[in-house]
Nanobody
Framework: QVQLVESGGGLVQAGGSLRLSCAASGRTFGSFAMGWFRQAPGKEREFVGAIRLVGGATLYADSVKDRFTISRDNDKSTVYLQMNSLKPEDTAVYYC?????????????????WGQGTQVTVSS
């Protein structure tokens, strides 16, 4: 089993930055991909981005490309989401996710493990 715990959410003004963290406990294997989804009120959960734990390859949704960056610290079993140039439409609950599979597997929503979510609110 893998447990995921997010932190770092909060309230920020438009144009500001936040960094989310996702700490994984349990057994994460080299074949794992970890990433982030978000869900705004009244909308479906959507893919934000993902990273392979080995190699560090990344994949992003078009809506956040060039503004958000995912990184990982394998020694700390932690994945980060650096969010810059935040917009009010980025307001959502952000969920950490992990899958024993590829980046595209995660992007397609085939998630093995979810975190509990952390709220990000961007004011205009």
């Amino acid at each position: 089993q893998v447990q995921l715990v997010e932190s770092g959410g909060g309230l920020v003004q438009a144009g500001g930055s936040l960094r989310l963290s996702c700490a994984a406990s349990g057994r994460t294997f080299g074949s794992f991909a970890m990433g982030w989804f978000r869900q705004a009120p009244g909308k479906e959960r959507e893919f934000v981005g993902a990273i392979r734990l080995v190699g560090g390859a990344t994949l992003y949704a078009d809506s956040v490309k060039d503004r958000f960056t995912i990184s990982r610290d394998n020694d700390k079993s932690t994945v980060y989401l650096q969010m810059n140039s935040l917009k009010p439409e980025d307001t959502a609950v952000y969920y950490c996710a992990a899958v024993q599979g590829s980046l595209s597997t995660l992007r397609n929503g085939r998630v093995d493990y979810w975190g509990q979510g952390t709220q990000v609110t961007v004011s205009s």
